[in-house]
């Protein structure tokens, strides 16, 4: 089945900078890639996704990248601000329909 | 407000005993997924439904079933609790099944096993 590996599991950043995270997965015919962010004791939230027809898709300061030669995609916060502050997971849906998710990172921007 | 409902917002109940967990899912969704999430742990896959019937399965227990109604509500039962068992318990519903819509959570279920 499908495996979907995240990292940084933390990751710190100044508000300003940018963030990056950065997913793995094993199944080739996964075809479908979202991103949530949870804050704490909430759902979790969608907030891009990307299909595999498509190598980028940006959303005002978010953005994902998708390398499905290399079976890798990517998120990238741009001018990140306090209240991107949550957990991030990415996840995988595959040739079974499951949607199985990466294990989080942790984000906190620094004011 | 995602429009998946989920009932009870809390839930504590002993060892040993039976639980039942409600989802609802947004108007017009037909799927519905359930997810296990553990003290700052990830969201496990527990298993999906597709207009009532079982399309994937992960690594669900033995002692979990499930089910999705002709109205396509959904409940999660959980039986032979175990203090493993607390748990954040998420359902979420998409229009379709397989990539082509995104999947809407709802606000889950605090589950504790005492």
């Known amino acids: 089945g499908e495996n979907v590996e995240q990292h940084p599991s933390t990751l710190s950043v100044q508000e300003g900078d940018s963030a990056v995270i950065k997913c793995t997965y094993s199944d080739s015919a996964s075809n479908y890639f979202p991103w949530y962010k949870q804050e704490l004791g909430k759902r979790p939230q969608l907030i891009i996704d990307?299909?595999?027809?498509?190598g980028e898709k940006k959303d005002q300061r978010i953005a994902v990248t998708l390398n499905k030669t290399a079976k890798h995609f990517s998120l990238h916060i741009t001018e990140t601000q306090p209240e991107d502050s949550a957990v991030y997971f990415c996840?995988?849906?595959?040739?079974?329909?499951?949607?199985?998710f990466g294990s989080g990172t942790r984000l906190l921007v620094r004011p | 407000d995602s429009g998946v409902t989920q009932t009870p917002k809390h839930l504590i109940t002993a060892t040993g005993q039976r639980v039942t967990l409600r989802c609802s899912p947004r108007s017009g969704d037909l799927s519905v997924y359930w997810y296990q999430q553990s003290l700052d742990q990830g969201l496990q896959f527990l298993i999906q439904?597709?207009?009532?019937?079982?399309?994937a399965k992960g690594n669900i227990l033995e002692r979990f079933s499930a089910q999705q109604f002709p109205d396509l509500h959904s409940e999660l039962n959980l039986s032979s609790l175990e203090l493993g068992d607390s748990a954040l318990y998420f359902c979420?519903?998409?229009?379709?099944?397989?990539?082509?819509?995104?999947?809407?959570f709802g606000n889950g279920t605090r589950l504790t096993v005492t």
């Open positions: 439904y597709y207009n009532g019937e079982e399309r």
């Open positions: 979420a519903s998409s229009v379709a099944t397989g990539g082509s819509s995104p999947l809407h």
């Open positions: 996840a995988a849906m595959d040739s079974s329909y499951k949607l199985i």
């Open positions: 990307i299909r595999s027809n498509v």
